[in-house]
């Protein structure tokens, strides 16, 4: 099963995508919520999503802020943005981030699905040794101390 988190400062986006997305579908299953960019950042780093759903405007930093401070160290993570702003500089920023998809609110469901199925395609085409080098390292990684 792929993990998702979902960050939306609108309770009932983050509510509404975890009820009505049927993510078994995709293999997929929501480990974590967060309602702001900073604990969406926490959220990630503490559990590690394949996928990630973040809106861009929220109060304090902004999701792209999150994004590029999380890409480094996520960067097989599938990232959709949701954002009822239509401004063609977000888009190049997501762009540029890395983001697999763009989609403005209200999606529709059909909008949701197709990002899902290509973000599950993408991380099925992963191989092996690109999949090892997301898991978390938990031996030290120094050639002495082994």
Not at 92 to 105: C, E, N, P, T
Not at 134 to 146: G, H, L, M, Y
Request: a negative charge; aromatic letters at 8%; proline letters at 4%.
């Amino acid at each position: 099963m792929y993990k998702v988190v979902l960050v939306d400062d609108e309770s009932i986006i983050v509510e509404g995508l975890r009820q009505v997305v049927d993510w078994a579908a995709y293999r997929c299953e929501v480990a974590a919520c967060a309602y702001d960019a900073v604990s969406g950042a926490q959220a990630v780093r503490e559990h590690r999503p394949d996928i990630l759903f973040t809106d861009i405007k929220m109060p304090g930093e902004d999701g792209l802020t999150m994004l590029a401070g999380l890409k480094g160290e996520f960067p097989g993570m599938q990232i959709a943005v949701l954002t009822g702003y239509r401004d063609f500089e977000y888009a190049q920023r997501a762009i540029h981030l890395g983001v697999s998809r763009f989609l403005l609110k209200p999606s529709k469901m059909n909008e949701l699905e197709e990002a899902l199925a290509h973000m599950t395609a993408q991380l099925d085409r992963l191989s092996p040794e690109e999949k090892a080098e997301e898991q978390p390292d938990t031996t030290a990684n120094s050639f002495i101390v082994r």
